[in-house]
DNA sequence: AAACTTAGTTATACCTTATAACCATTATGG
DNA sequence: CCATAATGGTTATAAGGTATAACTAAGTTT
């Protein structure tokens, strides 16, 4: 068990340091708390540039995939319609993007990167492949490949990948 | 680049399925989604004992170390303090917990577990479990405690475990 | 032409996290 | 010993992320 004397408010907070055993055999939470890490820190690394990882996860799409439309970028980035809406309108406020009108589809926009959009993406890949790095300081290479690996097989179970079971 | 015609938005959707291959490279991107899928999962699993992937974490610390206080349980859950209040208060009104008076400080709750807490955390901890099964499935058990060994690494960069770098 | 669907939007609600400020109590230090 | 500081718990508040329903305008189907 976490500590030997039966009541841990009673012991020294040094006792505590395997408070949460039971919890970390779950990846479930032990991924949470190294994100909620990584997210702090890429958060912090966007925001001198004006974006969060939100925003600087649809400006990339858009400027890797120029005309496309908002329900297509919604569906790239796994996240639902209307919640894209306010991150365009703030790419859009800070002159990185613009909709523009369809050809096909009139109900639809074009979303396009601009000059400063094109150039700021640029910046912030830096900026977060510097993050990207700490990551890698604190993994082997080959680890920390491994590691994204597993996340997305986590993200998207194939058949034929699994272990013993 | 993802797609080889210039406008994305005249292209089919399946010509976006790599759309997001820049952001691929980056771990946080891939662990955001791959936390988004277990957190739901989790929260699902969790649900219909009236659950919630945060309670169940400080129902859990709290049967393991019965008597801590409220500030202990915060650091340890790496919450801060005021976020745990509304937590505890769910626990001790659902009455799986109760806030005693500490006997060192007046100030102070010891928290433990009613009955009904450890019982109702043992069957939690059970559909945990299996839903960790699930993520067992989608990778090799090594492998799964590779990811876990990773995630800690990230959350708490240790010297010396560095690759190359 | 009517019915259905889709693109984007609005409004809303809930959860999580973060911060400042407060009260009661304990610890510190002249 | 009393003034000051620090701590435990709380309240209020704000911001971010996610989810759903409902609306409009435009396109599609029959």
Redesign the pocket.
């Known amino acids: 068990m976490p500590g030997s004397s039966p009541r841990a408010g009673d012991r020294p907070d040094d006792s505590l340091i395997a408070a949460d055993r039971t919890l970390r055999q779950f990846s479930g939470y032990t991924m ?1 708390r190294a994100f ?1 890490v990584i997210q ?1 820190d890429l958060n912090a690394a966007l925001a001198p540039l004006g974006l ?3 925003s600087f996860s649809a400006l990339v799409v858009v400027v890797d995939n120029p005309g496309l ?4 970028l919604a569906e790239v980035l796994a ?5 894209l ?1 306010l991150v ?1 309108d703030e790419l859009e406020r800070a002159g990185l993007i613009c ?1 523009n009108p ?1 050809p096909d ?5 074009a979303l396009d990167p601009t000059e400063e959009g094109r150039a700021l993406c640029g910046t912030a890949i830096h900026a977060v492949q510097e993050h990207e790095d700490r990551v890698a300081r604190a993994l082997a290479e080959p680890e920390r490949q491994a590691l994204i690996a597993a996340l997305l097989r986590i993200e998207t179970p194939e058949e034929g990948e699994t272990s013993d079971g």
């Open positions: 949470k909620h702090s969060r990882m939100l439309r908002q329900s297509q996240i639902e319609r209307p919640n809406v365009i909709r369809s589809d009139r109900r639809a926009y």
